[in-house]
């Protein structure tokens, strides 16, 4: 058995291609099947004179995504998709595939999520998310060519994290335990061991949002560095997402015409990105008519706004200390802001990066953390960082289905991860 | 500022690192400090007379762990770790480190792991963590160059898994929701799509087992494949295996001997591996003297026996039904055997994968799930996948943990991770 990406090496040979059916058109006297084998898709034809009254019966009465094993003749044919086709010389039915529930035409988003274990097959899913594994590759492989050490945070954890109160809870042998919502605590503990780590994995927010930007299992990529300060974090920044970028080009065009993604938009993107203060940014978007107040977040709208300025994504930094997580470093020149960053994507796809450099202060982060009432005793080895050798370090969090997103040029960050978790949708 | 591995760039040249105090010797007027930057160790020379009082002073009371720069001229020195030392000019104290928990004697394990956030720092833990770190770049460079697509299954779902009871449940907005203790179903909805498709995170077991083998959290990499039978499964784990001990041995040397791994152990783990079905092993096992029967399980006991007899990872195939997932394919040639394996690394290291060819018989699949009296429609999904285009295929499940315990010849799975989640554990 051959995969489909490899045909051109068979030209002129006989080959079988197990798979599944995308399309069939009988013409009278004559049929091309078209077949997805998951490395590609090979035009079949079928020629009833050349053929066994049985194998024209099983090949013409295929219904999609109908399992096959086809059997025939590799020939250039510019006009079939990958450039091959296949005269068919014998049709295997494997698996049958009688009312195939995702039809040809228009589906409505909530009958398609029922289905997302088969809308997965189709071909603009199939895009989306091929990029998404690229991108991800890439990430891995950009980190480990600079030495950065991957270091896997736990799930399971006491009281940590950003939000109290959107937290998913479950019971631990008696105890009660969270699922996380960041790993960057547990990979500021692993500086010391290895300067540059970094996280992977899924993290877990149970807001009641319904916006398109919000998933409540979505995956998120977290470098911490230590000796970094907030300047060197945003250059890191930059260059990590030139770098997926190009990657995404290189390695992911066919995708990305499939999506008619504009690459334009793309080509561009090559670090320094522009900068400005959350202060001016406040400004800026007054100016454009916005009634944000200085002390006030940011939102999904004002992010928007704020992107039509630019055609890179833009960095907002120092933020007011009110609005940020309190592990978030006082900035020294203004003690009302905090050292940090949100990476704003072009074209509203909104913030794909939140980072900061850390409070490396004992004192000034325990202020903190009485301010918002954590609970301090969870973070007592948190603390600890700060009792034996402090650091200065800083680290983000990229979010994985945003960057997507905005790479692909899709709309919805739930078509960008395979089996979306929403406040509605726990199935498939 | 510059990194310990990049020393030998800047013989001849001051330099100044910063990094943790990892030891001080004073003697009389020199005194030899130890500084570890996570990219290495360095030692610093301090000698009075060519120093201020102040500087002598700070570099003279610093103790361990507490975080410095240190400034000087590199120059070879083929004693100091690494092969180059500093002959120091200043010190500065970045973070001081009084009464640091973890001293250079044996401390409790429990002690330890309360403080796992420190512990973390020492050198064999970053040699065992930095093995695990290469053992995953591995498996995606691996399963990269061979089209496998990447598929991030969802943790949150419904009540989809292997072992009903031992499930770790959260509220789900009103609706119970469990966490996931495999990917494999979701990576087999993928397949129709990528044909080769892998998931690569945390899964979740509330077993209440306490052996050394256990934790309730753990990594798991679990690839699927279309087209692929019971044989070619078995041939494929044994290429990815000898792959990630190849890599390990050319590129992690320097912790597999600070671990005081032997490595001869490792050199000859080339596939293919010995191969004795279930029957055969159970035969084997009686001779050897256990009292296993035939239709029970192979406990850790068994298989560190069996192991005995390989100096190679063994593939255990065809177990008995009774005693696997109901999602593995009846063996046509014997109904009482479903067509699966397990590879059980040498040396008493235990399971390391399974795997088994999947049930495509939409009929024999309901039966299974019927015995097993599991929540049917929690599986409707599932059930799909065998009503439109079924097709054969395999896949496995890699223990990240277990494997990298067996590679570095370590013998508790808690020490390569993290933060290990074990019954009695959550905290740090």
Same mark, same amino acid.
């Given at each position: 058995?051959?995969?489909?990406?490899?045909?051109?090496?068979?030209?002129?040979?006989?080959?079988?291609?197990?798979?599944?059916?995308?399309?069939?058109?009988?013409?009278?006297?004559?049929?091309?099947?078209?077949?997805?084998?998951?490395?590609?898709?090979?035009?079949?034809?079928?020629?009833?004179?050349?053929?066994?009254?049985?194998?024209?019966?099983?090949?013409?009465?295929?219904?999609?995504?109908?399992?096959?094993?086809?059997?025939?003749?590799?020939?250039?044919?510019?006009?079939?998709?990958?450039?091959?086709?296949?005269?068919?010389?014998?049709?295997?039915?494997?698996?049958?595939?009688?009312?195939?529930?995702?039809?040809?035409?228009?589906?409505?988003?909530?009958?398609?999520?029922?289905?997302?274990?088969?809308?997965?097959?189709?071909?603009?899913?199939?895009?989306?998310?091929?990029?998404?594994?690229?991108?991800?590759?890439?990430?891995?492989?950009?980190? /480990?060519?600079?030495?950065?050490? %991957?270091?896997?945070?736990?799930?399971? $954890?006491?009281?940590? &994290? #950003?939000?109290? =109160?959107?937290?998913?809870?479950?019971?631990?042998?008696?105890?009660?335990?969270?699922?996380?919502?960041?790993?960057?605590?547990?990979?500021?503990?692993?500086?010391?061991?290895?300067?540059?780590?970094?996280?992977?994995?899924?993290?877990?927010?149970?807001?009641?949002?319904?916006?398109?930007?919000?998933?409540?299992?979505?995956?998120?990529?977290?470098?911490?560095?230590?000796?970094?300060?907030?300047?060197?974090?945003?250059?890191?920044?930059?260059?990590?997402?030139?770098?997926?970028?190009?990657?995404?080009?290189?390695?992911?065009?066919?995708?990305?015409?499939?999506?008619?993604?504009?690459?334009?938009?793309?080509?561009?993107?090559?670090?320094?990105?522009?900068?400005?203060? /959350?202060?001016?940014?406040?400004? %800026?978007?007054?100016?454009?008519?916005? $009634?944000?107040?200085? &002390? #006030?977040?940011? =939102?999904?709208?004002?992010?928007?706004?704020?992107?039509?300025?630019?055609?890179?994504?833009?960095?907002?930094?120092?933020?007011?200390?009110?609005?940020?997580?309190?592990?978030?470093?006082?900035?020294?020149?203004?003690?009302?802001?905090?050292?940090?960053?949100?990476?704003?994507?072009?074209?509203?796809?909104?913030?794909?990066?939140?980072?900061?450099?850390?409070?490396?202060?004992?004192?000034?982060?325990?202020?903190?953390?009485?301010?918002?009432?954590?609970?301090?005793?969870?973070?007592?080895?948190?603390?600890?960082?700060?009792?034996?050798?402090?650091?200065?370090?800083?680290?983000?969090?990229?979010?994985?289905?945003?960057?997507?997103?905005?790479?692909?040029?899709?709309?919805?960050?739930?078509?960008?991860?395979?089996?979306?978790?929403?406040?509605?949708?726990?199935?498939?």
């Amino acid at each position: 058995m051959v995969e489909v990406k490899e045909l051109s090496r068979y030209e002129g040979q006989e080959v079988t291609v197990a798979g599944w059916v995308d399309q069939l058109r009988v013409h009278g006297k004559v049929a091309f099947l078209v077949v997805r084998d998951g490395t590609g898709y090979v035009q079949g034809v079928l020629v009833r004179k050349e053929l066994p009254t049985e194998v024209w019966e099983i090949g013409t009465a295929l219904t999609q995504e109908a399992s096959v094993k086809i059997t025939g003749s590799v020939r250039e044919d510019a006009r079939s998709p990958g450039g091959f086709e296949m005269g068919l010389s014998h049709v295997e039915l494997l698996g049958p595939s009688p009312e195939y529930p995702i039809q040809p035409k228009e589906h409505g988003v909530e009958f398609l999520l029922d289905h997302r274990h088969l809308w997965l097959r189709s071909s603009q899913q199939r895009a989306g998310l091929g990029v998404r594994a690229e991108v991800e590759q890439a990430i891995h492989d950009f980190l /480990y060519q600079r030495d950065f050490v %991957r270091v896997d945070t736990p799930i399971l $954890s006491g009281a940590i &994290g #950003e939000h109290a =109160g959107t937290l998913f809870a479950t019971d631990y042998f008696g105890e009660n335990a969270y699922l996380a919502q960041t790993g960057q605590l547990y990979a500021e503990a692993a500086c010391p061991a290895f300067r540059n780590v970094y996280c992977f994995g899924p993290t877990f927010r149970a807001e009641k949002s319904k916006t398109r930007r919000h998933l409540t299992e979505f995956w998120m990529m977290e470098p911490e560095m230590a000796f970094v300060d907030s300047d060197g974090n945003m250059r890191f920044q930059e260059e990590l997402i030139s770098y997926i970028v190009e990657r995404a080009l290189e390695r992911c065009g066919s995708q990305l015409d499939l999506l008619e993604r504009d690459r334009s938009k793309l080509e561009g993107v090559t670090a320094p990105f522009p900068r400005i203060s /959350y202060t001016d940014a406040v400004t %800026r978007l007054q100016e454009k008519g916005s $009634s944000i107040k200085w &002390g #006030e977040d940011i =939102g999904g709208a004002d992010e928007t706004l704020l992107s039509e300025d630019y055609d890179l994504p833009v960095f907002v930094f120092n933020y007011p200390r009110g609005v940020k997580a309190f592990y978030m470093k006082q900035n020294p020149d203004d003690p009302e802001t905090v050292l940090c960053d949100d990476l704003i994507a072009p074209e509203g796809y909104g913030e794909i990066i939140g980072g900061s450099q850390r409070e490396d202060d004992l004192e000034l982060l325990l202020t903190r953390i009485r301010e918002e009432k954590l609970p301090e005793e969870a973070y007592g080895w948190y603390l600890d960082l700060r009792r034996y050798g402090t650091f200065p370090h800083s680290g983000f969090g990229l979010g994985l289905e945003r960057t997507v997103a905005w790479i692909t040029g899709r709309k919805h960050i739930r078509e960008l991860i395979p089996f979306p978790r929403l406040i509605n949708r726990l199935y498939p």
